[in-house]
């Protein structure tokens, strides 16, 4: 494995959630997405949440401009292309790891771009699906 790390959309979409209720989080996924872009990957369906979620399910939504804009930024990583194999490759994955087919999909688009770990907050902690590492960003340090 490479050392890339993949995000799931709820970092980029922390990041964009200026809510004060949201701060901490903000303020964690404004560093990962700080951090050195060449690691960082997406993939279309990251682009396609993310725009939906910051203009239609934010307390306070993001103009559509402004989102768009977000988006093209994120664009700007690598970016996986969701295709048939990997939705077949999902199909699988979510049958024998017991996930969603939309978190298999985040899973195989990791792996297809050789990516050592997934941020997310959807999936547990600590967990390897497929070779790929979960690892939650969000996560309360254990005291």
């Not at 901490?24 to 990251?46: E, M, N, Y």
């Not at 699988?92 to 985040?106: E, N, P």
């Not at 941020?119 to 390897?128: I, R």
Request: net charge negative; hydrophobic share 45%; aromatic share 4%.
């Amino acid at each position: 494995m490479s050392g890339r790390t993949f995000l799931d959309t709820n970092v980029p979409v922390y990041a964009a959630d200026e809510s004060p209720a949201e701060k901490r989080k903000h303020d964690i996924a404004i560093g990962v997405l700080s951090g050195k872009s060449d690691d960082l990957v997406v993939s279309t369906q990251v682009l396609q949440e993310f725009y939906v979620t910051v203009t239609r399910k934010l307390r306070e939504p993001l103009a559509e401009e402004r989102a768009a804009a977000a988006a093209r930024g994120l664009a700007s990583l690598a970016v996986v292309g969701i295709d048939k194999p990997l939705v077949l490759a999902a199909m699988d994955t979510s049958r024998h790891a017991h996930v969603s087919l939309w978190d298999a999909l985040i899973i195989e688009a990791a792996r297809d771009a050789g990516c050592e770990r997934v941020l997310t907050e959807d999936l547990s902690h600590g967990q390897v699906i497929r070779g790929v590492r979960v690892e939650n960003p969000f996560q309360a340090p254990a005291v």
